[in-house]
């Protein structure tokens, strides 16, 4: 990508935002990182679903996979990946008038995410990891000799 050289200097790095998966995930709380509102975020994003979302739109996108959100304590693949998204113009003009700020790029994400292919299908076959019965505890305590 020709971006990704461009992404890099000092005056650019003021028109790419970055958006973390853990911004838009419904299991995490404020303090953990969530910046949008949790009726309206998803579970658990990934930063290629970001990306994917964000590049149909019309968005300018880079993936960078090795980065981590530095509030994320599981260091699983799946929590890797961090999103940078030109948001600005060198003007200091919106790329996209319909998102004048983060929040907006932020809240379009988690709306469209759940509507993913990969989301619906994934929906369609958890209707058996649901019913998982809690097994009830048979010893009590220690065994006397």
């Known amino acids: 990508m020709a971006a990704a ?19 838009l995930n419904n299991k995490k709380t404020i303090a ?6 949790i009726d309206k975020a998803v579970e658990n994003p990934t930063s290629t679903e970001i990306q994917d ?12 996979k090795n980065k981590m959100y530095p509030r994320e304590w ?8 961090r999103v940078r998204i030109q948001l600005k113009q060198d003007d200091g003009n919106p790329c996209l008038p319909q998102f004048p700020t983060r929040k907006s790029v932020m ?5 469209t995410i759940p509507k993913l292919k990969t989301r619906t ?14 097994g009830g505890k048979k010893g009590k305590g ?4």
Request: aromatic content about 8%; hydrophobic content about 30%.
């Open 5 to 23: 050289a461009t992404a890099t200097s000092p005056a650019d790095k003021e028109r790419f935002i970055c958006i973390y998966p853990a911004y």
């Open 32 to 37: 953990e990182g969530r910046r949008i509102p």
């Open 53 to 64: 979302v964000c590049a149909a739109v019309g968005f300018n996108v880079l993936l960078e």
């Open 74 to 81: 599981n260091r699983d693949v799946q929590y890797r990946g």
């Open 107 to 111: 809240l379009y994400a988690a709306e």
């Open 121 to 134: 299908q994934k929906m369609g076959g958890s209707d058996q990891s649901l019913q998982q019965g809690e």
């Open 142 to 145: 220690k065994k006397k000799k």
